[in-house]
């Protein structure tokens, strides 16, 4: 698979800088609509009406744009800052979400959810759902964090470590069959070479980052930046010594932490212990 590029381009508005990145690759391999299209599917005319502005697609014309162009999912993370309000769409996580595609290293600590990059589509569309998406909104907002998870199973996908508050594995899906999903499916990401998942036991008491969901994101230089979210807000922090402090309060939280392999016993205790679907 092709190295993941990071977010080119000059223009800083979300759905300007989509529409720009669309234009370039098409010229940049020297293609018509009709020659796109004969490639990728779907009408010429959405292609046309995509690179003026008209209409932002679908996610899965997105992703078929991304494998045809082999650039990993960057599109499609553009397709969805655009798809947000930009009243609404803070700058601060516009930066965090390109900070994202271009991260070699990932570590995050998730007190309240699972972690984006580790949900099933049936975990996101109920907290979505919470959140008040419906409708083919819904759908496209499903779609789309589904495919921000291609970046943990890239050839080159970064390394990801997340540590979950226990009290996130005591809050399951409505359906016992859907988190019984979700639970197996941290237990196979868990054994991907470049990712590691940790439990935070409920022993552990208050802590460093008690109530506050930080992602730390290292790039290819050796920069490494927090986004840290404390209930509805969130701030991108990348002053080196505030970063630091983040970092060493991040560190002793996983000194409390089960081990990779003790989370994963205590996370097949869990899905022993899991309630099925009554049978009809």
Not at 41 to 55: A, H, R, V
Not at 190 to 209: D, F, M, T, Y
Request: charge should be negative.
């Amino acid at each position: 698979m092709p190295q993941r590029q990071a977010i080119t381009g000059r223009s800083q508005e979300p759905r300007a800088r989509f529409i720009e990145e669309l234009r370039l690759l098409r010229d940049e391999r020297q293609l018509t609509f009709r020659a796109l299209a004969a490639q990728v599917g779907w009408d010429p005319t959405l292609f046309s009406k995509m690179e003026k502005g008209q209409s932002l697609g679908g996610p899965e014309t997105v992703m078929a744009l991304d494998t045809f162009y082999g650039t990993g999912d960057k599109l499609l993370t553009l397709w969805e800052l655009a798809k947000a309000d930009p009243k609404q769409f803070k700058e601060r996580y516009w930066q965090y979400m390109t900070l994202e595609t271009r991260a070699v290293s990932m570590w995050q600590f998730a007190p309240c959810l699972i972690p984006g990059l580790l949900q099933t589509p049936e975990y996101a569309t109920e907290l979505l759902k919470q959140g008040g998406q419906s409708g083919t909104d819904l759908e496209a907002q499903v779609t789309a964090r589904m495919g921000r998870r291609e970046l943990l199973l890239a050839d080159d996908g970064p390394q990801f470590r997340a540590i979950i508050a226990e009290t996130v594995l005591h809050s399951p899906l409505r359906d016992p069959d859907a988190w019984r999903a979700q639970l197996s499916h941290l237990l196979a990401m868990g054994e991907r070479s470049n990712v590691i998942v940790q439990v935070l036991p409920l022993s552990a008491g208050l802590h460093a980052l008690t109530n506050t969901d930080a992602m730390f994101l290292r790039d290819a230089e050796g920069r490494t930046f927090a986004w840290v979210e404390t209930g509805y807000s969130g701030e991108l922090v990348q002053e080196p010594t505030a970063v630091e402090v983040l970092q060493f309060r991040y560190d002793r939280v996983r000194d409390l932490a089960l081990s990779p392999d003790e989370s994963r016993e205590f996370i097949k205790r869990m899905l022993e212990e899991a309630p099925c679907e009554p049978s009809i």
